[in-house]
């Protein structure tokens, strides 16, 4: 038996100290178990569209920890489908939780809790996801006709894009901007109508502003969504990289005069990796800078441990200072534990089905009419084999709406 006395009671304290921190700062990729199904569960996606049942196996199966993220994915491939109805219903279940993220609930602040580790909490998306969730909402009501719920889903996007974390940024996502422009004409809003394509300039001074003769827009998406990564010791920093793998950076959809180059209005990847256009280089703020506060007390205490001079004069006092150096020493190893505790591991779960870029054009066209869309390479050429066809869908008030995309359903 080792009997705790005086003289190696610093060490002994400092080595079960070390063991808990160390026990605590266990790394690698974290498994969740996957529900099991009841049979009214099966039977409802067997009920869904082909091409989305595995979608809505994941949502059961993976339950509400990341029931976000696949209403996300439910949503967006759904409406690439032709799906409208059953993308509006994901959609507007995405939306109806993000906004519960920010409630007062047990789930809530548990979202918001520096205790929790990013990856266990209910996923809710950065900014830039909730605001495409916004975004595709609203083109489900533009193909309604419901220009008005179309709008404020439209603003309801601008605002998940002003909003971060631990501070309020200005709104720069241009796509929204442009697309409240166009419901606000729908909706014979002049005024609200010019107040947005005003404050597009301010962003894309040179987007191509729909007139009285434009009855339709064609919407393109290019590319692969931006990835999430964590990055820095432990994996708790949040970084972006844009999507990859992909060969398309532009488009251009077929008219009678030849082809002509739909706009890029928004990349995607800026808006992931920015705020106000601002660059970010972490996500999760607060709970990052507590813990990197923490860590620095720690290290600093260390250094002050491990100065020479003083180690020499706990030796000559008879290891009565050196017991007091081993204290400080051992407040340093839990202040580092503590820092390991608060497990801030980044959120790298992200909507993959999201593009790289969304192109806008508004036209004139006709009810049914088919559009052949090319998909460009970064140096502005046609890729060849690489097209889409689709046809205007108008909405029953004389208002046409298409989408082409390199993403398959």
């Known amino acids: 038996m080792m009997w705790f006395t005086a003289r190696n009671r610093p060490a002994l304290l400092a080595s079960a100290i070390l063991s808990m921190s160390l026990a ?37 199966e993976e339950g509400r920890r990341n029931e976000v993220l696949n209403l996300m994915e439910i949503g967006l491939r759904a409406y690439r489908a032709g799906h409208i109805d059953e993308a509006r219903r994901a959609l507007d279940r995405a939306r109806v939780s993000i906004e519960s993220i920010y409630a007062g609930d047990d789930a809530a602040r548990k979202a918001r809790s520096v205790w929790y580790e990013e990856a266990e909490k209910d996923f809710k998306g950065e900014p830039y996801e909730r605001s495409m969730v916004y975004l595709y909402l609203g083109l489900t009501f533009l193909d309604q006709g419901d220009y008005g719920n179309a709008r404020a889903s439209f603003i309801g996007g601008l605002l998940q894009d002003a909003f971060a974390e631990e501070e309020q940024n200005s709104a720069d996502f241009a796509a929204l901007i442009y697309l409240a422009g166009w419901a606000a004409m729908q909706m014979d809003s002049n005024k609200l109508a010019e107040e947005h394509f005003e404050e597009l300039k301010a962003f894309r001074p040179d987007a191509p502003i729909p007139s009285e003769e434009h009855n339709a827009l064609l919407i393109v998406e290019t590319g692969h969504s931006p990835r ?5 010791v432990g994996h708790y920093q949040l970084v972006y990289r844009r999507g990859k793998n992909f060969p398309d950076f532009g488009a251009q959809w077929q008219t009678n005069d030849g082809w002509e180059t739909v706009y890029p209005m928004e990349d995607i990847y800026f808006q992931a990796s920015t705020r106000g256009g601002r660059a970010i280089d972490r996500i999760v703020e607060g709970q990052v800078q507590y813990k990197e506060t923490t860590r620095d007390v720690g290290t600093n205490l260390s250094a002050v441990s491990q100065n020479n001079l003083l180690a020499g004069a706990s030796a000559a006092a008879g290891g009565v200072i050196g017991a007091g150096f081993a204290a400080i020493s051992l407040v340093s190893v839990a202040a580092q534990g503590m820092s390991a505790s608060a497990n801030v591991r980044a959120d790298i779960r992200y909507w993959e089905a999201l593009p790289d870029t969304l192109h806008i054009i508004p036209v004139t066209a006709e009810p049914g009419q088919q559009v052949t869309v090319r998909f460009l390479d970064k140096n502005g050429e046609p890729i060849p084999g690489l097209t889409d066809t689709t046809e205007f869908h108008f909405d029953g008030r004389g208002q046409g709406l298409a989408l082409a995309t390199s993403r398959r359903p």
């Open 228 to 232: 999430k990564l964590g990055d820095g």
């Open 24 to 60: 605590g700062c266990a790394t690698g990729p974290k498994t969740y178990d996957r529900a099991s199904l009841s049979d009214e569960q099966e039977q409802i996606i067997a009920s869904k569209p082909a091409v989305l049942q595995a979608d809505f196996r994941n949502l059961y």
